[in-house]
């Protein structure tokens, strides 16, 4: 009831191909006035519908460059970047917004929550720019909060919560507008082995419900967990390798999570 | 949405409680100048039109000049130039008489009031009307008669017989230099502001009326005419042709001669009010203008503060007017409240004056509503800035502010 509740001209059309993002041959480069500095060159890249990724590379190698593109947080300088079928090299900042609030939800490492903003503001917020009533935002929220196991946690503000359940605040907050993909730029890179398992985790069950979820990260254990990994080097894609996930019973899924519990 | 940005306002102004106080007090005391300003016109105001009421507002008079160096008997007016005047301007005067009144001692056996006596003509009640309680006014007859015939003040005849239904009554005074008896034909109630009559300053003695050819005797002459002019006389147009007149019967330039009415005087005394007004306005805007600039200064803090929090919201499909009305409704909410806070003070402030000065004090609503509206337009002016700078903040960088 929250998708589409307005026709905006970003999602009139109902694109449901396989691609969710298809990038052709496209090129940053950051112009800082004085150089020119190439963020990803040339980089073809398509990521189907319910796909796990892990986006790797070196410091300096294009990865949160990607993610900026890829989030509609920025426009590639050249070749074209289609997600959920909408071409975003030629949108508006605004309309970039709104492609953002219905396509996209955000991880990020630093969680950037709301300071001064209760967990539950901050998983209505995009909603709240959905325009999405208040009865039904807050519904949602909850059920989102307790998704994530913070049921009891409604009210508390960001700095009275662990990293982890920060993140997984971030995290509830990124499922409130059903969007079809799931961004996470190195979403475990603040947190211990326990906790950065049990987001990994998280991130592991929202991929079997059929979510597309793309992470960065430096590390081999986190990337373990994907599906697909694709490696960065200098701003170019060098290699893209399909990977068996890590876990795969339920029983050592279990064990790990209670493991992540005792360490919070 | 609308409920979403005020609690987020009001929120963001509790974090920062001090700070956002601070902010406020230029507005506080541009507002709350305005309201005492404004509180104190419009009681000015309403005192200046009370008194005025009493006096009456087609009341004009003319004499010569207090300030003429060589002052000659025949600069005093007889009756019969008085009675010239009033067939002259008799289609713009309706009644006249030389504004005399007398204070003498009213005898009624042990008990001995002091009274003002202003003599009138038959018609006074014409142009003055009065609330006559018992018997009658002056008539022609008592007039053109000269009877001792007078009309006495409630509370002033209960002082003198002990009731105030005394019509009938007699008692004794002594008026150009011989005691007569005196009989009261009517009585009148009259009610007056206590500030008023403070003005008016005839809070000792009792008041009453009495025929004009009793009070002064016929061969007589007075230093002013008393007149009131018709309905709908131009008093400006009025005033110069009885200066004219005047000048030429007293045979002065017309600078020697005056010549006022109550509408000119309140006209000038609205216009010392505006004066006042506008001065203590003026130091009010700049008030308000140093406010607005407070506020901005403080947005701007505000928002390179939050530059984090704007990449986020950015992040999450924020638009460029949802991040505009967020931090709009915040600045005019800093400054409605110091409008409100403001008008409190405002009000506070003229109370305890009225009360000091025993004074009813008014203050409009609609001034009250005109300023809290103001102040919040002040605040949405001086966040515009700050808050379109705020909206449209590139959301990658912001992301990265630390
Ligand atoms: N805003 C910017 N202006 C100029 N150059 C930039 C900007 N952002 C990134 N770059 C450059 O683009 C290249 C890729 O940077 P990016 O941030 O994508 O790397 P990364 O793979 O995310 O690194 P890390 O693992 O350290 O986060 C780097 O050479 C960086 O210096
Ligand atoms: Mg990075």
Redesign the pocket.
């Known amino acids: 009831m929250w998708k589409k509740k307005k026709s905006q001209p970003v999602h009139e059309t109902e694109y449901m191909g396989e691609d969710l993002i298809k990038l052709v041959d496209m090129v940053k480069v950051?112009d800082?006035g004085t150089i020119k500095?190439l963020?990803l060159h040339r980089v073809n890249l398509t990521i189907k519908r319910g796909e796990f990724v892990a986006i790797m590379?070196q410091?300096?190698?294009?990865?949160?460059?990607l993610m900026n593109v890829l989030g509609c947080l920025d426009r590639p300088t050249m070749g074209h970047y289609y997600l959920d079928g909408i071409d975003t090299a030629n949108l508006e900042p605004d309309e970039l917004s709104t492609v953002r609030n219905r396509k996209i939800g955000f991880v990020f490492q630093s969680f950037n929550l709301i300071s001064r903003t209760s967990a539950l503001k901050n998983v209505e917020l995009p909603m709240t720019y959905a325009h999405v009533n208040q009865k039904a935002r807050e519904q949602r929220a909850k059920e989102l909060l307790e998704r994530v196991g913070l049921g009891t946690r409604y009210e508390h503000m960001p700095n009275e919560l662990s990293g982890g359940q920060r993140q997984r605040v971030a995290i509830a907050r990124a499922l409130a507008n059903q969007p079809p993909l799931i961004l996470a730029d190195e979403p475990t890179g603040n947190l211990d082995t326990a906790s950065s398992v049990e987001i990994m985790e998280l991130f592991s069950q929202l991929h079997k419900e059929g979510a597309t979820v793309v992470v960065v990260t430096?590390e081999e254990d986190i990337a373990a967990f994907t599906e697909r990994i694709i490696r960065f080097r200098d701003?170019k894609l060098v290699s893209d390798t399909k990977n068996k996930p890590q876990i795969q019973t339920e029983e050592e899924a279990v064990t790990m999570q209670k493991e992540g519990s005792h360490a919070d | 949405m609308l409920i979403e940005n005020m609690s987020m306002a009001f929120h963001a102004i509790r974090a920062n409680k001090m700070r956002s106080f601070l902010t406020m007090l230029g507005i506080i005391i541009g507002i709350g100048a305005v309201i005492a300003i404004a509180a104190v016109g419009d009681s000015m105001r309403n005192l200046f039109t009370d008194a005025f009421k009493d006096v009456g507002l087609n009341r004009a008079a003319v004499m010569v000049s207090w300030e003429v160096d060589d002052f000659r008997m025949s600069d005093q007016f007889t009756r019969a130039e008085m009675d010239r005047i009033k067939d002259i301007f008799s289609d713009r005067i309706e009644y006249i008489d030389s504004n005399a009144s007398n204070k003498v001692e009213a005898v009624n056996g042990r008990r001995k009031v002091s009274y003002q006596f202003q003599g009138v003509d038959y018609n006074y009640t014409d142009v003055q009307p009065l609330d006559i309680v018992y018997g009658r006014f002056l008539n022609e007859s008592d007039v053109k008669g000269a009877a001792n015939h007078v009309v006495l003040e409630d509370k002033g005849a209960i002082k003198l017989f002990g009731t105030a239904d005394s019509v009938g009554r007699t008692f004794r005074m002594t008026l150009n230099k011989i005691t007569q008896e005196y009989k009261v034909v009517g009585v009148y109630h009259k009610d007056m502001s206590p500030m008023v009559a403070m003005m008016l300053g005839n809070g000792q003695s009792q008041s009453g009326f009495i025929p004009d050819t009793v009070l002064t005797r016929s061969n007589d002459t007075f230093q002013a005419v008393n007149l009131y002019s018709r309905n709908g006389t131009n008093m400006r147009q009025l005033t110069v042709d009885l200066k004219q007149y005047v000048a030429k019967l007293k045979g002065r330039p017309e600078s020697e001669i005056m010549a006022m009415s109550a509408v000119d005087q309140m006209g000038t005394m609205d216009a010392q009010l505006g004066t006042m007004s506008a001065a203590v306005g003026g130091i009010a805007a700049i008030s308000l203008l140093v406010g607005g600039i407070g506020i901005m200064n403080i947005m701007m803090v505000s928002v390179t503060e939050r530059t984090r929090e704007i990449g986020i919201r950015k992040a999450l499909g924020a638009r460029t007017k949802d991040i505009m009305i967020q931090f709009l409704t915040e600045s005019a909410l800093m400054s409605a409240c110091g409008g409100i806070i403001g008008v409190i003070l405002g009000i506070s402030l003229v109370k305890i004056g009225g009360t000091l000065l025993k004074m009813t004090v008014v203050v409009n609503p609609a001034v009250i509503v005109l300023a809290v509206g103001f102040s919040a337009l002040v605040g949405i002016f001086f966040g515009l800035y700050p808050a379109s700078k705020a909206a449209n903040a590139d959301p990658i960088e912001a992301l990265r502010f630390e």
């Open positions: 950051y800082t500095v963020g590379g410091s300096g190698s294009g990865k949160s460059t430096h701003g």
